[in-house]
């Protein structure tokens, strides 16, 4: 196993932000970087939540690529979207959802390599991974120009790397050891420390590349703006590690807090804070399963109560646009109930 920590993020002898000890299981491919345009997203129904009223089928200008095979006819591509906005995607089966999550996220990798010479990915756990599987194989796995990308966790389990807890595990195994973004610019917490260590190193670290240009700034929030955030919602609508009712939904004055009771084992996790999530430019939220559903008709549904927020709900970009990615099952109760 190779671990290493890249000098200029060091901090002190022990409290340092750890870049990706590449487990036994693979070893990141060096593979060559071949350009190739990127494609439009895949047909999906694309319901516009901050305009629409009801179920609206928005046309792309851009000649699809594969046959369709989502719920209706045409989603508009993601780096063309206006800041702000916020949209529904829901796709027949989860098999489409994650070809357009490839595209979307390539397309987007794209624009920001283009505009700024690098892209700032935050991922997060459980199932997300797997809708990301696209994305390693071709033709992203030659035209996407991973050199550029710098890769986050918006929470992570503060446990051994090798653990299967981990989430740094879970997308070592099923996405970054099979992409060339360089160990360099993975930024795994150093699980040396406890809890609280952990997420005040990961900020330190954070502050370091925004410094540095690596990491962009919200001129609306002063919060970092990452360019996508790549993320999960669990059944009782928790996103990263920010859970119903828990006191770090209201945390203002940290970039990355941490957890010592989460009602969702195990116990000791970091967490982005709620202002850092909503300062993105983008975020994918990827949320599919009728065991999900409930959660989905409250975040989306027409009823809304400021008193019982679920995390969820509590994600809105200032300027940026959101987009759910979803299927047919984790919108199943919003028939009747949209908001949208």
């Known amino acids: 196993m190779a671990a290493s920590a890249v000098p200029l993020f060091s901090t002190g002898p022990t409290n340092r932000l750890r870049h990706c000890p590449q487990l036994p299981v693979s070893r990141l491919p060096a ?10 997203l895949a047909p999906a129904t694309r319901i516009s939540l901050s305009t629409a009223t009801a179920p609206t089928h928005l046309p792309s200008h851009r000649r699809p690529t594969s046959p369709p095979s989502a719920m209706a006819s045409k989603a508009t591509s993601a780096a063309s979207a206006a800041s702000g906005k916020q949209g529904l995607l829901v796709f027949d089966r989860e098999e489409v959802l994650s ?6 996220t390539a397309e987007l990798s794209e624009k920001f390599v283009r505009e700024r010479g ?7 756990g459980g199932s997300l991974i797997m809708s990301l599987r696209k994305l390693t194989e071709s033709p992203y796995l030659e035209s996407v120009d991973w050199a550029k990308w710098h890769v986050f966790w918006v929470d992570e389990r503060v446990v051994p790397k090798d653990h299967e807890d981990s989430n740094y595990k879970l997308a070592f195994d099923g996405f970054l050891s099979k992409v060339s973004i360089p160990p360099g610019q993975v930024y795994a917490i150093n699980d040396a420390l406890s809890a609280e260590g952990a997420a005040e190193d990961y900020e330190t670290a954070l502050k370091h590349l925004v410094n540095v240009g690596v990491v962009a700034v919200s001129s609306v929030t002063g919060y970092p703006r990452f360019d996508l955030m790549l993320l999960g919602m669990g059944p009782d609508g928790h996103i990263a590690s920010l859970f119903p009712g828990h006191p770090l939904l209201h945390v203002t004055e940290k970039w990355v807090t941490f957890i ?21 430019a983008y975020i994918a939220m990827v949320v599919t399963g009728a065991g999900k559903a409930g959660a989905v008709c409250k975040a989306l549904g027409s009823e809304k109560s400021a008193s019982d927020l679920l995390p969820v709900e509590m994600a809105s970009l200032e300027d940026g646009e959101f987009t759910w990615f979803t299927d047919k099952a984790a919108v199943s109760m919003l028939q009747g109930k949209a908001s949208v």
């Open 31 to 40: 593979i060559p970087r071949v350009a190739s345009p990127c494609e439009t």
């Open 99 to 104: 070809v357009s999550l490839a595209k979307y």
């Open 118 to 124: 690098a892209f700032t990915v935050v991922l997060s």
């Open 260 to 280: 010592k009771d989460s009602p969702k084992p195990p116990p000791e996790r970091i967490t982005f804070t709620l202002p850092v999530i909503n300062s993105s």
